[in-house]
């Protein structure tokens, strides 16, 4: 399964028209110890690039961005109970929430690995 990054720091995959969104490793990284995640609720509809939720650690406050435009479809509850989930295992267990995409044309401007180790380095 292909990963694709933004450049606010999350990570997505992609299974048909549904993506799977999370904050990658370099910004659990930079955050620090999760302590509290703030998810969309379940049938939200947002824009790309819309604040779509908040990660707070011990040591700031940061915004989650819808990648790509959609419906969320779920939520991580596991996330929601345990934070920590988000720096233990960011990019797998630690995932955010799903969202069904409307505008699958936007998925062109998202970084692949590569691109995006460049840009976070």
Known sequence: MTMHYTEDHEW???EGDVATVGI???A???LGDVVFVDLPEIGAT???KDVAGVVESVKAAADVYMPLSGTVTEVNEALRADPALANTD???AGWFF????SAPAEIAALLDEAAYTA???
């Open 12 to 14: 997505l995959t992609i």
């Open 24 to 26: 990658t490793t370099h």
């Open 28 to 30: 659990q990284d930079a």
């Open 46 to 48: 947002f824009a790309q």
């Open 90 to 92: 960011p990019q797998g």
């Open 98 to 101: 799903k969202v069904k995409l």
């Open 119 to 121: 840009f976070s380095a």
